[in-house]
């Protein structure tokens, strides 16, 4: 299993950034994914959700209305299009897989950082 993150980069604080999460070596389409972040000095936190056909998706508290987490199970992609970012949005981002055959895989991450 492969989890590869990208889109991430320096953004003024009220500017857009996309993440993608390009995904191998599973059955991407038959499992949820999500996004989690973490700041310096702080615990990994769980941003989005998005069930396997696509259908449900949920978000933290401090992302709702701004962030929204989509996939293509064609291209074996899980996207997080983040609008509106703030300074607080910086952090390392990555996409996790739920539970294959017991083991959840992590990516090795994209830094976000929200400055002017």
């Known amino acids: 299993v492969q989890l590869e993150e990208s889109g991430g980069g320096l953004v003024q604080p009220g500017g857009s950034l996309r993440l993608s999460c390009a995904a191998s070596?599973?059955?991407?389409?038959?499992?949820?994914m999500s996004w989690y972040r973490q700041a310096p000095g702080q615990e990994r936190e769980l941003v989005a959700t998005?069930?396997?056909?696509?259908?449900?998706?949920n978000y933290a508290d401090s992302v709702k209305g701004r962030f929204t987490i989509s996939r293509d199970n064609a291209k074996n992609t899980v996207y997080l299009q983040m609008n509106s970012l703030k300074p607080e949005d910086t952090a390392v981002y990555y996409c996790?897989?739920?539970?294959?055959?017991?083991?959840?895989?992590w990516g090795r991450g994209t830094q976000v950082t929200v400055s002017s």
């Open positions: 996790k897989t739920a539970r294959i055959w017991g083991t959840q895989y």
């Open positions: 070596g599973f059955t991407f389409s038959r499992y949820d």
């Open positions: 998005i069930t396997s056909a696509g259908g449900t998706t």
